[in-house]
């Protein structure tokens, strides 16, 4: 099992592109999650997902969008980068079952955006 | 408001000094707390989940431990490979996932 996996590892953009985060899981977890870091704060939770289709707004959501069409991927897309979307972003998947206790959340080793 | 602090925010041990992390939070409706290591350029390893107030669980030298106010990360007579920073996470409410708070976590480093 390869976990979670995301790419690119490292990414600089100029303000204003867009581009992609990947990211995808082969433990056939239901829910995924994105998330940035910052240096000396906590994780932030962008957008999640629940399941194939379904998507809501975590924490910190603006100037983001993503999809899930398939159990494994969970896309982030950046529209119009600006410099305070440099950060480190995981991604993360976990498995829940309806009425039973959370699991642990499996992540990615992240992606270094710099906006410049 | 929903919280979650740790502390110390940095740490520094000789080799052997056993010590504690602590998770303080403030949520309604505990659905469960999570501690995960994270070493540097990597994502955040799992560590233990507790579920409730007296819970304890152990794994080599560490062993964490939660109340209805906080958890403590114990770590007895620490080796070097034992730095990294630690992260207490806290699943709060009754719906999906979108109660998930991290604290900013402690930086511990270990000298031989």
């Known amino acids: 099992n390869a976990g979670v996996t995301q790419t690119p590892k490292f990414r600089i953009l100029k303000i204003g592109q867009s581009m992609t985060l990947q990211c995808t899981q082969d433990?056939?977890?239901?829910?995924m999650y994105w998330y940035r870091q910052d240096p000396g704060m906590g994780l932030k939770l962008i957008y999640y997902s629940v399941g194939a289709g379904i998507t809501d707004k975590g924490e910190v959501p603006n100037g983001y969008n993503v999809s899930r069409s398939t159990t494994e991927d969970f896309p982030l897309r950046l529209e119009l980068a600006a410099p305070s979307q440099t950060s480190v972003y995981f991604c993360?998947?976990?498995?829940?079952?309806?009425?039973?206790?959370?699991?642990?959340?499996?992540f990615g080793d992240g992606t270094r955006l710099s906006i410049l | 408001e929903d919280q979650v602090t740790q502390s110390p925010e940095a740490l520094r041990l000789q080799e052997g000094e056993s010590s504690s992390l602590n998770c303080s939070y403030t949520v309604s409706g505990l659905r469960g707390l999570f501690w995960y290591r994270q070493d540097p350029g990597k994502g955040p390893e799992f560590l233990f989940t507790l579920y409730s107030a007296g819970e304890e669980k152990e794994k080599e030298r560490l062993k964490a431990t939660l109340t209805k106010k906080e958890s403590f990360l114990h770590i007895t007579a620490p080796k070097p490979e034992d730095s990294a920073t630690y992260l207490c996470?806290?699943?709060?409410?009754?719906?999906?996932?979108?109660?998930?708070?991290f604290g900013s976590g402690t930086r511990l480093s270990i000298r031989p």
């Open positions: 993360a998947s976990s498995y829940k079952v309806k009425g039973a206790n959370n699991q642990p959340q499996h």
């Open positions: 433990m056939n977890h239901n829910y």
């Open positions: 996470a806290v699943q709060a409410g009754y719906s999906s996932a979108s109660k998930i708070i």
